[in-house]
């Protein structure tokens, strides 16, 4: 009984952790390349409302998931053609690509809320009663896999190709980046639509499979604690992941503390993970004494003086 | 090779802000025209009945002035953060925690004056707002804890406590259906001055005076300018900008809880989900379209409500309400691309260069 219960904490983990890493592993792309992006709230949601829809009306689960990675890699090209092109404020530019996706999925989400998905990605292989580790691991979908794929691919990248070393020239150093004569508006172009596509992703995967509805503010913050991810994993992929499988657990463990004898109330239990985000943000930044590791021109707008 | 570069303009045209806005305005209302026109809504009817519900009485402007004054107050405390350079994208919460402060306080006192108890509840729901922000105030001057995330994440854990306290401890027993704390007693509402105009709309005025005495007057303002300036010039200058940073916070959080105390005082009457419905937001995008000026975030928070009112109201005719908000998160992406053309010019290469 107990490992049946474990099993389930485990499963319930690893979905919440797919769901966080996916979106911090887009923002920790963006953010190396010296663009912070905090619309990542507004990017889950616009796509998980357009995979959402395009699974309802065509029941193609294939076509959603492009439909959902596309649309919100669309919807951050605002963000890239307001700060990298245009050179203007990545905070408000970002904060208010969260407050437009919202709204703007709300108002295509609405004839949807309350319907219920006949396709849903189901897991790979099915396991009913999975009773070890890896059962558990076998019975997740396809989007776990391809997390995984996607976090090996991007710290080979990022590491080991010249592009990837490009990106994060361009966010260590830009005035040696420019010299050395790399595109630097093209790269932080496709790194922000790169960060959009997983964000995309990440809200696919919330639709079609977490919780397979739609909700208004059914993000609810995720793509903020991505963003704390990103802190966390101090911009590394392998370290976001571990950070966010703690998330995932936290957030797991919630609603399951009642079985194991604790007694909270509900409401107190939804606010855990935000709370814990914070304590280990703070706890994080003074073990490191306030230097995070962060790309050191993350936030500041490219611009060559002309003489 | 690029026939053409970028060119940073010398003199910036003073009224840029004013004019990114309404060319802001203009593309926004071109992107609600072309969301209406796919929907099969005709624009111009729609944008007249939001124009004629939101200012065409006495009572619609009143309506849509007393949504004004949450936007104002919380976008108020935002600019004032952001003269330190930090941001507070918390206010959300803070309008909350100054509700919940409020009622702490009105439960566990009792005045028999009323406009004593009234300036005494408005001022715990100041504290509150202040209160809401000091922990992400402290770890950001002690540890440098990054305050977006932190403030961000305190709005869901002070909506969660609301929610806590509305179905537990304050829950009302007569409300039903919606959970509720109880109403507060009429001798403590704020009365009215025009129409259905709360008097809050007058400490509103009153409080965009003291942000913009605070922040281009006084000395204080002064010093939170060079603080967020540079650390150097601040150090030479003998200036603590971590000081400085400290209570810019509180003051903006107090500026949000004020208005979420106004809010219950004038609008609710009790601690409900409905304190705020996403106003600590749109003050967001209130402070950064007008550069985070007290003066402009009067009118912009004036216009906001109103637009606020006149999306509630189209609902009526099956338009969605989300068209304001989207309006208004365009007419800052709309601003923000007119900045550029006011603060960079595209110039041709020079052949000998």
Same mark, same amino acid.
């Given at each position: ?31 190396? %390349?010296? @663009? ?12 998980? &409302? =357009? !995979?959402? $829809?395009?699974? #309802? ?18 919807? %951050?090209? @605002? ?12 905070? &408000? =530019? !970002?904060? $208010?690509?969260? #407050? ?91 790194a922000t639509c790169v960060g959009g596509a997983f964000a995309g992703l990440s809200g696919v995967y919330l639709t079609l499979s977490y919780v397979p509805y739609w909700t208004d503010g059914m993000t609810s913050g995720r793509g903020w604690i991505a963003l704390a991810l990103v802190i966390f994993g101090g911009w590394k992929p392998y ?69 | ?296 975030i009067f009118l912009v928070g004036c216009l906001f409500g109103a637009l606020t009112i006149g999306g509630s109201v189209i609902q009526t005719i099956g338009v969605s309400s989300y068209i304001a908000e989207i309006i208004q998160a365009t007419t800052l992406f709309g601003a923000l691309v007119a900045q550029f053309f006011f603060s960079y ?9």
């Amino acid at each position: 009984m107990i490992d049946v219960q474990l099993m389930g904490l485990l499963n319930a983990t690893l979905q919440a952790a797919t769901l966080l890493f996916i979106a911090a592993l887009g923002e920790l792309i963006t953010e190396k %390349s010296g @663009i912070l992006n905090l619309g990542v709230e507004g990017m889950i949601s616009v796509g998980a &409302v =357009s !995979g959402f $829809i395009t699974a #309802i009306n065509t029941e193609s689960l294939f076509l959603a998931v492009i439909v959902g990675v596309l649309s919100a890699s669309a919807f %951050s090209s @605002i963000h890239a053609f307001v700060t990298v092109v245009l050179k203007q404020d990545q905070t &408000v =530019s !970002g904060l $208010i690509l969260t #407050i437009l996706g919202l709204s703007l999925s709300s108002l295509i989400g609405k004839p949807y809320v309350g319907k219920k998905l006949e396709v849903k990605l189901e897991s790979l292989i099915d396991i009913a009663e999975p009773s070890n580790i890896f059962q558990v691991l076998l019975s997740q979908n396809l989007i776990f896999y391809i997390a995984i794929l996607l976090m090996i691919f991007t710290a080979y990248i990022l590491k080991k190709t010249m592009f990837g070393r490009r990106i994060e020239a361009i966010g260590e150093d830009l005035k040696s980046a420019d010299s050395m004569g790399l595109k630097i508006a093209k790269t932080q172009f496709i790194a922000t639509c790169v960060g959009g596509a997983f964000a995309g992703l990440s809200g696919v995967y919330l639709t079609l499979s977490y919780v397979p509805y739609w909700t208004d503010g059914m993000t609810s913050g995720r793509g903020w604690i991505a963003l704390a991810l990103v802190i966390f994993g101090g911009w590394k992929p392998y370290r976001t992941a571990f950070g966010a499988l703690l998330f995932g657990f936290l957030e797991a463990l919630g609603p399951r503390l009642q079985t194991y004898g604790f007694e909270m109330s509900p409401y107190i239990v939804k606010i855990t993970p935000y709370i814990i985000t914070i304590l280990v943000l703070v706890f994080l930044t003074i073990i490191k004494n306030g230097n995070t590791g962060a790309p050191k021109n993350i936030g500041i707008p490219f611009f060559r003086e002309n003489r | 090779m690029n026939k053409y570069i970028l060119s940073k303009k010398l003199y910036r045209n003073e009224l840029a802000t004013f004019y990114s806005f309404l060319i802001g305005f203009l593309i926004a209302l071109a992107v609600g025209s072309l969301i209406l026109f796919i929907q099969e809504k005709n624009p111009f009817d729609v944008f007249s009945l939001m124009l004629k519900l939101s200012i065409g009485s006495v009572n619609s402007l009143s309506n849509s002035l007393n949504k004004a004054i949450p936007l104002i107050l919380a976008g108020l405390g935002i600019s004032i953060i952001n003269s330190v350079k930090l941001w507070n994208i918390g206010a959300e919460g803070q309008i909350f925690m100054g509700a919940i402060a409020l009622n702490f306080v009105y439960i566990n006192t009792s005045i028999n004056n009323s406009q004593i108890y009234i300036l005494l509840l408005l001022v715990s729901g100041f504290l509150g707002g202040a209160f809401c922000i000091l922990f992400p105030a402290i770890t950001k001057v002690l540890f440098g804890v990054n305050e977006i995330i932190t403030t961000l994440l305190t709005n869901y854990i002070v909506f969660g406590l609301t929610i806590y306290l509305i179905n537990g401890a304050w829950k009302d027993p007569a409300s039903l259906n919606f959970p509720a704390a109880a109403y507060v007693s009429e001798s403590v509402y704020l009365p009215t001055v025009l129409g259905k105009l709360s008097s809050g709309f007058l400490i509103c005025i009153l409080f965009t005076l003291i942000a913009y005495y605070i922040k281009d007057k006084s000395v204080f303002g002064y010093e939170m300018r060079i603080a967020g300036g540079s650390e150097l010039t601040a150090i030479y200058a003998g200036i603590s900008a971590k000081q400085k940073a400290f209570f810019a916070m509180l003051i903006g959080g107090g500026f949000a809880g004020l208005a979420g105390a106004i809010e219950l005082l004038s609008q609710t009457h009790r601690v409900s989900t409905g304190i705020s419905q996403g106003f600590g937001y749109t003050a967001i995008i209130v402070a950064a379209i007008t550069g985070m000026r007290p003066i402009g975030i009067f009118l912009v928070g004036c216009l906001f409500g109103a637009l606020t009112i006149g999306g509630s109201v189209i609902q009526t005719i099956g338009v969605s309400s989300y068209i304001a908000e989207i309006i208004q998160a365009t007419t800052l992406f709309g601003a923000l691309v007119a900045q550029f053309f006011f603060s960079y010019e595209i110039l041709k290469k020079d052949e000998n260069d």
